[in-house]
């Protein structure tokens, strides 16, 4: 039962950060949905699922402000036996993410759709 559980909390979660209207007042100079990140404060892959306006740095820029859905880091708990640490969500500061442009963005509605299926 625990695994049903985790499974339809990870579909809630999916489902509550894909936007689902095309008339989002997406930032023209964020990078596109779907684009594969690293957050530099967590130090672990992600994926952009939104991106808004913040606040305004010092010489009167407007700052984007990304939502990133960051992965599972298996690494870090390979050799120690520890669970490992939950997809976390996560708004971070454009100066605080790597964008690796040279991939091609996720689909977030096919990975939301994957995410659905039962693992087993």
Same mark, same amino acid.
């Given at each position: 039962?625990?695994?049903?559980?985790?499974?339809?909390?990870?579909?809630?979660?999916?489902?509550? $950060? %894909?936007? @689902?209207?095309?008339?989002? *007042?997406?930032? /023209?100079?964020?990078?596109?949905? #779907?684009?594969?990140?690293? =957050? !530099?404060?967590?130090?672990?892959?992600?994926?952009?699922?939104?991106?808004?306006?913040?606040?305004?740095?010092?010489?009167?820029?407007?700052? $984007? %402000?990304? @939502?990133?859905?960051?992965? *599972?880091?298996? /690494?870090?708990?390979?050799?120690? #036996?520890?669970?490992?640490? =939950? !997809?976390?969500?996560?708004?971070?500061?454009?100066?605080?993410?790597?964008?690796?442009?040279?991939?091609?963005?996720?689909?977030?509605?096919?990975?939301?759709?994957?995410?659905?299926?039962?693992?087993?």
């Amino acid at each position: 039962m625990e695994d049903t559980d985790s499974i339809d909390r990870l579909r809630q979660m999916i489902d509550s $950060i %894909i936007p @689902t209207r095309t008339d989002l *007042a997406y930032p /023209k100079e964020a990078v596109a949905l #779907g684009t594969i990140v690293r =957050s !530099i404060p967590e130090d672990r892959l992600g994926v952009v699922v939104d991106a808004y306006y913040g606040d305004v740095d010092k010489d009167k820029k407007k700052i $984007i %402000i990304y @939502t990133v859905m960051l992965f *599972a880091d298996h /690494k870090k708990t390979m050799y120690t #036996g520890r669970l490992p640490d =939950s !997809i976390l969500v996560m708004n971070e500061y454009e100066y605080d993410i790597i964008a690796y442009l040279m991939l091609p963005p996720l689909d977030l509605e096919r990975l939301a759709k994957f995410i659905k299926e039962p693992l087993l």
